[in-house]
């Protein structure tokens, strides 16, 4: 085999990767395009709602079973110490986690 027989393979074999390499990369972005066409019916209840937020169509008080109040401040008497045992709540459980455990 001359050199000349064994770079005509090679240009061959190359061309044979980039032409499964582009079908590869075609069927990836149609998978995916696939993928997302099937929509949960939660996603499209969530898209109708925002739809008509957004046109400010919907009522203001659909969807909003609950009135949460105001967020706890620091420095008010009525929510001060709840924040505070709040936040130490937070700190003692996150020294318990351990970062070779993941999620």
């Known amino acids: 085999m001359t050199s000349r027989h064994f770079l005509a393979v ?4 190359q061309g044979a990767l980039l032409v499964a390499l582009i ?4 069927l990836n972005r149609w998978f ?4 997302r ?3 949960h019916p939660r996603v499209l ?3 109708t709602a925002m739809q008509k937020w957004a046109f400010g169509t919907t ?3 659909e969807g909003t079973p609950i009135d ?3 967020p706890p401040m620091l420095g008010d008497p ?4 709840t924040i505070k045992d709040m936040i130490v709540e937070v700190i003692r459980d996150s020294s318990e986690l351990d970062p070779k455990l993941g999620d």
Not at 23 to 26: A, E, R, V, Y
Not at 32 to 35: D, E, M, Q, Y
Not at 78 to 81: F, V
């Open 10 to 13: 090679v240009a061959i074999a």
């Open 23 to 26: 079908i590869l990369i075609i």
């Open 32 to 35: 995916r395009l696939r993928r």
């Open 37 to 39: 066409a099937r929509v």
């Open 45 to 47: 209840r969530l898209n």
């Open 59 to 61: 009522d203001l008080t």
């Open 68 to 70: 949460p109040g105001p």
């Open 78 to 81: 009525s929510s001060d110490a």
